[in-house]
Structure formats: structure tokens, C-alpha cells
């Protein structure tokens, strides 16, 4: 599978589910930079003309006005005048959390409802703390017990489902806004939910629930945390083992779990998973599961690599066939990189070091390049000579070794394997100060640099 396919396939399954809904709503918060029109839906009321000041004066009225008030502020443009612009921006979302905290104090409303006011009061908060406002963040806790008392609301009733799927999300936001303490009352709702007649709702609120305690439960029993990661794993794949049909929902529910567990250094045979959960969807009917099956299988492969013989072939950059064999008594570093790929760059001047520390005495580098664009490759490598060879898979139709990425599952750039002079794969932790200390045991100290002889020597002073 091609880099980029993985990755919008993945993405494209995991917003699929409840899970991915979740996941997507708290990006921002724990640091990585999503925006809120990002986070939020953004509504559909056509753009008003700009407003002549910054004055805004919240609405009184029924839930359901009120909510059609926050629609059309949201879609004024501003004043033009940018401390203007920002100052109407800081009062507007001011507005949008009192007016939504308004809507939220009523009793008996329409989950929907329910879910406008929560955006617009979560869409405020993330502009006014984009704008440094040490007080929003204060009120994350507040609305993180709103979302969980809704949420408990709805479903001690009898909810349609699209209420129920509702209420979950706000649920799986809830600790992630207000921190692991309202972990226990999530916890309780997939029984809820199965009482409901919800289930499948109830299988991915808990896959849910395993990526935020795998995330946010550092002081957890890791051993009841590895049980419950098993249980699960487990039971979803007796369902879809026995399923007439794997969905994208499903995919959804499972593969991230099994993404964060490759971090969460479980006592969980992930290796395994990997390879039952990839060798079931590839050989499901719908092409992108099936696609997305090869490459879990690849990820398996990869991950059960350390103390194994490593194959690979292909064809390097000048279009000659890759030989494996003739590395037989070297150490190589198997290096998959892109030239787009900032810490590829960087972490290169340090392979090169070694490189002219340690050849002499059997050590070689073998480059994967996962680049899309040959042109962009070879613009890079006409700009770094690099002393090793590089692969690069051209042929969309190559198979096993002879598409190295795909293969070994490769998901992030560097990925960088050390193999010993047998083809034995020794270890992934091989850069930075590492590499050269491996290599240093391995090899033993480096030679001394090549005196020049046309420096001479340097006069005493």
C-alpha cells in the first residue's frame, strides 16, 4: 500500500467510528495544535456582512432561539480592523459560552440540541484559550462535568440512537476536558448502552475507553489495563471472525487501540494481533479494508522482527536489482526515511558520521526511501551524496521484500533497523548517541581520522 493510502485510509476509518469522533474532538486540547473549526463542525448559516463594532449582547429566549442566535453570530465576519477583529473574536466567544451555558441549564432537551450548545461552548473556550486567556482553562472542568451529566441524562432514558451515539461522545470527552477522575463513570455506560440494545455503540465506546486509560492512566495497574486490552481484543475478534461482514466501523473500533499499544509497553503479544486482526480484514471483499488488512500484516511483521532474519530486495535508484546476500558479514542500518520528513533530515549528518567512523571496520547503511515523488528523491539525492544505496519501490505491483514499506508495516519516518553481519535484526533503537554506541560495541572503537598530510603540523606559538 502506498504511504499516502495508508494514511488517508486510516484516517477515513477511524473518523468513521464513535472512536474517531472522540479522538478527533480532543486533539486540540492535548497539544497538538487543532484549531477549532477543525475540531467543530462548522454551521451552515451563510456569512453575514461585518459587524460595525465589536458590541454583542447575549440573547434571551427559548433553547431553540437561542441556539439560532449563536448560528448566526458565528457566521458574522468582524470589523475589518485586525485589534478590532480580535477583540470582537474574544467577546464573541464569551457570548457563545454564556448563551450555551443558558441552553445547557434547561431540563428534558433534545440530544441535539444538547450537542449544538456543547460545540458552540467548546468552539469559545479553544478561542479564548488560543488568545492566552488563563481563565478558560478553568472552566475545561466545568464543562467537562456537563458533558458527563448529559450524557448520564440521556441514556438513563430510552434514547433513539443517534441520542445515544451523542451522548457518548460526550462522555469519551469528558476525561479527556476535565481528567482520568471521570474515567470510573464512562466506564459504567457500555453496560448501559447493552441494556439499550446498543451493543455494537457499547463495543466502540469501550475500544474508546482502552485508548484514553492507555493515554491518560500512568498511575493504573498496568497488569488489570494489559487484561482489559486482551479481553477486548479478544472478543472483537471472535465477533469478526464470526461477522458475515467487517465494516469500516469496525476497523475503526480496533485498529487504534492497537496503534497505541505499539507506545503503552504492555505485557500484550501486539506482534500477534497485529497479524490475526491484518490477516483477517485482507481478505475482506472491500478493497480498502483488504488494503489496509496487508498492511497490519506488515506492521505484525515488523514488530516481531528483533532477533529474526530480515529479507529485503528491490530496486535501487539507478534501476539495479537490490542484493541482500552481499551484506553478509557486514552491520548494516536499514533506514527508511523521506525527503519530506523533518527528522529524516536532520538525524542524516549523524548516519554520515558513522558511517565514515565505521565503514572500514564492516559498517553499511541500506536506505528506503518511501517517497511518492521520484523527481523529489532525486533532487534530494543530487543535493546529499549519499555514500549507500537506496531503494525506492517504483512498481505499484511489487510484492513481499521487493516492497520493503508495505512489507514491514512501515507507518512512521525514520523507522531504522540495525542488523547484525548474519541478516539477524538486532534492534530499532539505533539513532541519535545511540547508534554510535551499538556500533561501538559491535565493531569495536573507531579507526582514527586520516591525518592530511598537506596540513603538516602546527607551529608552537
Sequence with gaps: MKWQLWQSALRRFIVTGVVGLTVLCGLWYFGTGLQAEEALPAPAAPVQPPAKDVEIKPLEGTPQELLKFLEDLNAQQGPADPQAMMEFQRKRAKVFIEVADKILLQDKLPAETLDGAFQFKFRGLLVLLQMGDTQARELLPKLAEQLMAKAEEILKGTPTEDAAQRAVQWAMMAPRLGGPDLLARVIALPKRLEELGFRQLATQLRGGLLMLRLRMGQAEDRAELAKDVTAFLEDAWTRFSQAEKITHEDVAMVVPVLQYLEFARLDVNLSDYYGRFGGLFAKNADEQIAELGQQLQGISRRLGLVGKKME??????????????????????????????????????????????????????????????????????????????????????????????????????????????????????????????????????????????????????
Design 312 to 461: 529485503l530486495a528491490g530496486k535501487t535508484v539507478d534501476g539495479k536489482d537490490f542484493d541482500w546476500s552481499q551484506y553478509r558479514g557486514k552491520i548494516v542500518l536499514v533506514d527508511f526515511f523521506a525527503t519530506w520528513c523533518g527528522p529524516c533530515r536532520a538525524e542524516m549528518p549523524n548516519v554520515k558520521e558513522n558511517y565514515e567512523r565505521f565503514h572500514s571496520k564492516g559498517f553499511d547503511v541500506v536506505a528506503i526511501s518511501i517517497d511518492e515523488n521520484r523527481a523529489d528523491l532525486e533532487r534530494y539525492l543530487q543535493e546529499n551524496k549519499l555514500p549507500w544505496v537506496v531503494i525506492h519501490n517504483q512498481d505499484p505491483k511489487a510484492q513481499g521484500p521487493a516492497n520493503p514499506a508495505t512489507y514491514y508495516g512501515i507507518t512512521a519516518v525514520p523507522t531504522v533497523m540495525l542488523v547484525d553481519k548474519d541478516g539477524t535484526v538486532l534492534t530499532f533503537d539505533a539513532r541519535g548517541p545511540q547508534l554510535g554506541k551499538k556500533l561501538e560495541e559491535l565493531l569495536g572503537p573507531p579507526e582514527p581520522p586520516a591525518k592530511d598530510e598537506k596540513q603538516g603540523t602546527t607551529e608552537k606559538q
